[in-house]
């Protein structure tokens, strides 16, 4: 009768690997980007990798916060430990049901992320992240927990531990090692434990109160108070340093009721509904801020188009200019920095590379203001939510004290993208129309994504005088962490982009994301307000690893949200509405063409729902030097507008039109040209004109010793309408929007890390180590000398190695061989040859999974595999 053999529990992290199947190292690795990069030879390869500081370090800040406390927890267990120690560490001695329901997925997301191996019997850290967890004098752990007794006292005399047992009550020990045992069996043990500190005095419990939640170290005196001594000579103190001492953590323990956290959080917190409107109202509202943010874009590039603000030396826009621009958009400055980065981010806007180098609008400008109102937000949408520039930190000072500018270096944070993704995903989950609390929200990311370093733990406070435990730190005041402020802008710029309304995530902003739309629930009242509040939703569950969209299906997402952008925008107008009071009302947004000749005929005076533009001589004669006449003017007024053209508005053109290039400057250096003898003749005996220095060349000429621009700046101080002329005679016509920076791209987003792998490189890189650890762990036989050491590669004569690959082909056996490529890269293959013929085997190799040619003389060595 034959019985299944139990498989061997595993003795290393490597073996632990080797059992899992491909889906699990799939898993694996795309927790864990890092270790495919580049892809490992094999599995003991990969365990080493897996287990190196800077890969254990970037796994565990990437855990909730649970799965963190229960990684602390394992830290401070035993080594291994089993599953009722640590539901014990985590639960306590009472037990937490909701501790004991989230335990096993915390602990399965520990083992897949492979940061604990074992049976549940034999639980074990990773060597690196326990000693990055567990407590130590320069590094406290976040449980607030202090050293065991054995290590508290390695370095305690022998006769002085001695009366520490017997003042416990305990018999004398033959050595220090059993004597630290006795004292952990006493702390361990509940009922003599709490017999010992029922006889304590009231002040020597209330010291071990202080110091029970962390921190464990306290000062103490070269002679201790009464209340101190007594916890000294029982061992429930133990000295570390000279004037230090410290809280065993057995002692702690016991006092804490065997929890290694003060406050376990095994569920996340619910992300609260603060108030709700009607999703028709959520998405109007959104659709009003995209057209709002459509126009704020082009009326900046427009501002710049005669070329913008110069270019720091370091790189960025100079705090006064960011100021002009947000004076010049109406915006604070912080909102002002955001439209600027906006733009850049999505190739709109770039420095002109020319030795006075100026930002400009770039040549997809022009391609992107021709798009629909849609695709024209699509395009700022989709650029947004990729980007690593993040605006918020404009005005900041970076890690040298520099001031952080606009458009300058500095301001990409690798994490900006996955923050908006994860903000947007969590308001995705509330329901339809609701806007949530903002704390919860940023609470709940909290939880998900812990703040680097462990905090101060909680509930420490002094002793009294110098001795007892250090006070902890304060919890108010603290700065906020990159990813809560990352958080807190991303609501501000969904709100700013359109992405969401009234603080709640639009339809559009939905689809962006790549999620279906949301069904609305049909038990939910129907809110009859804005203030109208709505329980917390459930989404306490703990969140997965999000699949990252592939380039196509980010498209795809991008024309889903376009597409239920657009019936949400009105239509283009056509028309406006002409006053008296020289002004126009755009009641909405108007048409390309025709939003254009009004930016040069008028001054936009106010904007909003409706967008008023005022007539003056300066913005009537900016059109004339555009190329425009007179008679086109009206023309243009009386076809766009649906009120009569006021009489006044009429009389400003043709006045200012009939002065206009009756005055004609050339480059002389500079002259005026006039039919009219008495303008010229009125000119010069004009006092404004001495800084001109102009004289008379012909009864219709003057001559300038000022540039043309010069020239033409002056005459139109002095309330003329000169008109630049060519050396043809002809009138020059000013075109407002010329400058253009050579063609630019985009700025890329700075990756956080390598990226997460795709399913075809994923099955490569799985079939790739699977292969190598093939050939580094098959069993090999040589009859004429030892087999080689684990990584070394064989060693044969070129006659042996000839004989021994003949022979494969006859027999049509695998063989392990050591290979060195063209590039004296080494390896370890196991092939399976076909032929060998003219310096050459041709073979199936099992490490590629294809059939390859390998040179003879680049083989090292081969052995015969072992029959089993």
């Known amino acids: 009768m034959s019985t299944e053999e139990k498989p061997a529990a595993p003795r290393s992290l490597a073996e632990a690997l080797r059992a899992r199947d491909d889906a699990l190292l799939a898993a694996l690795l795309r927790s864990r980007p890092d270790l495919i990069t580049p892809v490992p030879t094999d599995l003991t390869q990969l365990a080493t990798r897996a287990g190196t500081r800077a890969s254990v ?6 855990l909730d916060r649970f799965a963190s406390q229960t990684a602390q927890a394992l830290a401070v267990a035993g080594d291994p430990a089993t ?38 019997d034999r639980l074990r850290l990773v060597r690196t992240a326990r000693e990055l967890l567990a407590p130590g004098p320069q590094h406290p752990s976040a449980t607030g927990l202090g050293p065991t007794v054995r290590e508290a006292s390695a370095g305690m005399s022998p006769g002085r531990i001695q009366e520490i047992v017997l ?13 630290a045992d006795a004292l952990t069996a006493l702390f361990t043990d509940r009922a003599r434990m709490g ?3 029922d006889g304590a005095p009231a002040e020597s419990r209330e010291v071990l109160s202080r110091l029970r939640w962390g921190p464990p170290y306290g000062q103490v005196t070269a002679d201790p108070a009464a209340r101190l001594r007594w916890l000294l000579d ?62 704020t874009v082009a009326e900046l590039l427009r501002d710049w188009d005669e070329g913008g603000p110069a270019v720091l030396r370091a790189g960025g826009l100079s705090v006064r200019d960011l100021k002009r621009t947000a004076v010049a958009l109406d915006v604070p400055e912080p909102v002002a920095a955001f439209w600027v980065e906006l733009a850049y981010t999505a190739g709109l806007l770039a420095s002109d590379g020319e030795a006075d180098e100026r ?15 849609e695709e024209r937000w699509g395009r700022l949408a989709g650029a947004w939510l990729a980007a690593t520039r993040t605006a918020g930190l404009v005005g900041g000072r970076d890690a040298k004290d520099r001031v952080l500018s606009a458009l300058g270096p500095g301001l990409d944070r690798s994490a900006a993208p996955e923050v908006r993704h994860r903000v947007l995903t969590l308001l995705a989950g509330l329901p339809a129309g609701a806007a949530p609390a903002a704390e919860s929200l ?5 939880w998900e994504r812990p703040p680097r370093g462990p905090l101060p733990a909680p509930g420490a406070g002094r002793e009294g005088g110098r001795e007892g435990g250090r006070e902890g730190g304060r919890e108010g005041g603290r700065e906020e962490d990159p990813r809560t402020r990352l958080a807190r802008w991303t609501l501000t710029e969904a709100e700013l982009l359109g992405v969401t309304g009234r603080g709640a995530l639009s339809a559009h902003g939905r689809a962006l994301l790549g999620l279906p739309p949301a069904a609305a629930p049909a038990d939910r009242p129907e809110p009859s307000g804005p203030g109208d509040k709505l329980p917390a939703h459930p989404s306490h569950h703990r969140p997965a690893v999000p699949e990252p969209l592939s380039p196509d299906a980010q498209e795809a997402a991008r024309a889903a949200a376009v597409r239920l952008l657009a019936p949400l925008l009105p239509e283009p107008l056509d028309h406006v509405l002409l006053q008296a009071d020289l002004t126009a009302v755009a009641p909405g947004p108007l048409q390309a063409p025709l939003a254009d000749t009004l930016d040069v005929l008028a001054d936009v005076e106010s904007k909003g729902g409706a967008t008023v533009y005022r007539f003056s001589p300066a913005s009537v004669r900016r059109a004339l030097d555009a190329g425009r006449t007179a008679a086109e003017l009206h023309a243009f007024l009386a076809e766009h507008s649906r009120t009569p053209v006021p009489q006044p508005l009429t009389y400003l053109i043709d006045d200012v039109a009939r002065r206009h290039g009756r005055l004609r400057v050339g480059a002389a250096s500079a002259y005026v040209r006039c039919d009219d003898d008495a303008l010229l003749n009125e000119i010069l005996a004009d006092r404004r004109a001495a800084g001109l220095r102009l004289r008379r060349l012909a009864p219709t000429v003057l001559a300038a010793q000022a540039d043309p621009a010069s020239l033409l700046e002056g005459l139109r101080a002095m309330g003329y309408a000169p008109a630049a002329e060519s050396a043809a005679g002809d009138v020059v016509i000013a075109r407002p929007d010329a400058r253009r920076t050579p063609p630019r791209t985009a700025p890329e987003p700075v990756p956080d890390g390598p990226p997460v ?37 064989p060693r044969t004569t070129s006659a042996e190695t000839l004989a021994t690959m003949q022979a494969a082909v006859l027999t049509g056996e695998p063989v392990w061989i050591g290979y060195v490529n063209a590039d004296g890269a080494a390896s370890q293959r196991v092939i399976a040859p076909v032929r060998v013929e003219g310096g050459f085997v041709t073979a199936y190799d099992h490490t590629a999974d294809e059939v390859r040619t390998f040179a003879l003389h680049r083989i090292t060595g081969v052995a015969e595999l072992a029959e089993d």
């Open 83 to 120: 599953y009722p120690e640590l539901l014990g560490l985590m639960g306590g001695d009472e037990g937490d049901p909701a501790v004991a329901a989230a335990l096993p997925q915390a602990l399965g997301t520990l083992r897949e992320q492979a940061l604990v191996w074992g049976a549940d």
């Open 167 to 179: 003042t416990a009550g305990l018999p004398s020990t033959h050595d220090s090692v059993s004597a």
């Open 442 to 446: 940023l609470e709940r990311l909290r």
């Open 234 to 295: 029982r061992g429930l103190l133990l000295p570390t340093a000279p004037g230090t001492v410290v809280l065993p953590r057995e002692v702690a323990l016991h006092l804490r009721g065997g929890r290694a956290h003060r406050a376990p959080e095994p569920v996340p917190p619910v992300v609260a509904a603060a108030t709700a409107h009607r999703p028709q109202v959520v998405d109007a509202t959104a659709a009003g801020q995209a057209l709002s943010a459509l126009s």
């Open 57 to 62: 370090v970037r796994a565990l800040e990437r």
């Open 359 to 373: 930002y400009a609008a770039t040549p997809a400008y022009d391609e992107w203001a021709q798009l629909p109102a």
């Open 757 to 793: 792998p795709d399913g075809t490189l994923l099955a490569a890189a799985l079939r790739a180590i699977r292969a190598g650890d093939l050939a580094s762990t098959a069993p090999r036989r040589r009859a004429d000398a030892a087999p080689p050491a684990a990584g070394e590669l």
């Open 195 to 197: 017999a010992l500190l």
